[in-house]
């Protein structure tokens, strides 16, 4: 039998940022700080995904932390490297994220991905902080390794303190710009009303301790709600990214967020056509203490539980899709299932019309933001789709009826090499970027240039 804190998962918490702005950094500082508080074992490696428990995250945030005070098991730490859209994170169509994490360099400000992260953090509707990252990067900075932030800023000079405010205040205006009230995190009452600022540095790791109980404060506070589960439900899950994995073939990593996957389960997954139905034949999940990204060895497992990563190896799962859903069929009937995944596809609104562009997109989630940003921009979509661009895309894009609409706009996606000599003989003009307001710029400079 299951006691209360059993039956309460792990918070999902979500990475976002500008390139380069320290996502990573930041994740290996946590990491990395769990590693050396000594409990073995203590943090857990997932797929796309690491696991830091309650008691990891009160050794690390010290004084600031009474872990008495909070009955979640920890957090789910999922970062989104810049290459791979963090847009893909849904789940039953809202976001997979129960919190975020937005990493902004203090000296670089907002840049075109922060903007876009925002986006969708407002569309969603997703509760987040501000993590105003390389504090240690202010002129005359002096580092106070692993402190909270407000110990730090009084071993700082004054000069060096009023160079760094000058930077979070910048950062604070650019949110307000963004329509987020925001102010430094030990100012905010109401976290529901005002974005909170953590100035901190993912490499001295000062200010660390305050962004994680900045954190568990929020998800105990505002989430506990949503954390209570069916530990032994039929499990659900959202596809991060489909690989080859050799020996395996084309398998699924995915984010388990709502009860139990097993070994040999028939599960329904979305796929480009339509849904998928197979059968796990591997569960695959890092081996203990080993970095993700390069992680080559798996240690197959029997069940994974929310809020868990895991490696999904099953037949068919090539033409998966990422971000699509993932259940578990157990003790319903497929049917319904399948229906279910199928409902869920269909909540990816894209408005089609009789004339305008082809577009492309790496994800669910990505081509969702693409058909919301060119309905703002009023450009019509003729076709929209996950996947590289292929042959047939060059082939729908040529029966646009007005000159400007004979294109393509591809996010994140590769120009399949059968598609080249075709794009060659055809009059479209093809668009790729991997922000999206910078290609839609470059559409709408395009359009701009042909109507003169
Ligand atoms: P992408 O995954 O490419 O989007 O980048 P990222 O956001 O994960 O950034 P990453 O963590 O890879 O950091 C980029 C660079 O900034 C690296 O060279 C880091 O060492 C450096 N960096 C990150 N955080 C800090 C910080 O707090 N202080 C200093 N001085 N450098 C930092
Ligand atoms: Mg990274």
Redesign the pocket.
């Known amino acids: 039998d299951h006691t209360n804190a059993d039956t309460l998962r792990t918070p999902i918490v979500a990475v976002l940022?500008?390139?380069?702005?320290?996502?990573?950094?930041?994740l290996d500082k946590i990491r990395g700080s769990a590693v050396s508080e000594g409990e073995a074992g203590a943090i857990t490696q997932h797929i796309g995904a690491t696991d830091i428990p309650l008691d990891t995250i009160s050794g690390m945030a010290g004084e600031l932390i009474d872990p008495t005070d909070f009955d979640l098991p920890g957090l789910l730490f999922i970062?989104t490297?810049?290459h791979h859209s963090f847009s893909t994170l849904r789940a039953r169509g809202g976001a997979l994220a129960d919190i975020a994490v937005l990493?902004v360099d203090v000296n670089d400000g907002f840049q075109p991905q922060t903007e876009e992260a925002i986006d969708i953090l407002r569309r969603t509707g997703t509760p987040f902080v501000v993590a105003a990252?390389?504090?240690?990067?202010t002129p005359g900075w002096n580092p106070q390794d692993g402190e909270p932030i407000q110990k730090s800023l009084e071993a700082q000079s004054e000069r060096a303190e009023s160079m760094l405010n000058e930077n979070l205040y910048e950062i604070i205006g650019q949110l307000s710009d963004a329509g987020f009230s925001a102010d430094l995190y030990w100012r905010v009452q109401d976290f529901q009303k005002n974005i909170g600022v953590v100035p901190l540095?993912?490499?001295?790791g000062e200010g660390v301790p305050d962004l994680l109980t900045v954190l568990m404060g929020l998800s105990q506070r505002f989430m506990k709600e949503e954390m209570a589960i069916d530990v032994q439900g039929a499990g659900e899950g959202t596809v991060l990214e489909v690989k080859d994995e050799r020996g395996f073939g084309a398998t699924i990593d995915t984010v388990v967020y709502d009860g139990v996957v097993r070994n040999g389960d028939q599960i329904v997954v979305g796929g480009q056509e339509e849904p998928i139905v197979t059968e796990i034949r591997a569960l695959l999940q890092p081996r203990p203490l080993e970095e993700i990204r390069t992680e080559k060895k798996f240690e197959k497992v029997g069940e994974v539980g929310a809020a868990a990563g895991v490696k999904i190896a099953a037949p068919d799962l090539d033409r998966a899709m990422a971000g699509a859903p993932v259940r578990v069929v157990r003790d319903r009937p497929l049917e319904e299932v399948v229906e279910e995944v199928k409902a869920e596809l269909a909540e990816i609104e894209v408005d089609t019309a009789e004339d305008g562009v082809v577009v492309k997109a790496d994800t669910l989630g990505s081509l969702e933001a693409m058909a919301n940003a060119l309905r703002e921009a009023e450009v019509p979509i003729l076709r929209a789709e996950v996947g590289d661009i292929a042959p047939r895309d060059i082939a729908v894009a040529e029966t646009a009826n007005q000159d400007e609409h004979k294109s393509i706009l591809g996010f994140n996606v590769d120009l399949l090499a059968n598609a080249e000599t075709e794009l060659e003989n055809a009059d479209i003009k093809l668009f790729t970027d991997e922000v999206i307001y910078q290609l839609i710029e470059d559409y709408e400079t395009y359009v701009e240039e042909k109507q003169r």
């Open positions: 940022g500008h390139v380069d702005h320290g996502k990573t950094s930041l970062d490297p810049g990493v990252n390389k504090v240690d990067t540095s993912a490499i001295t």
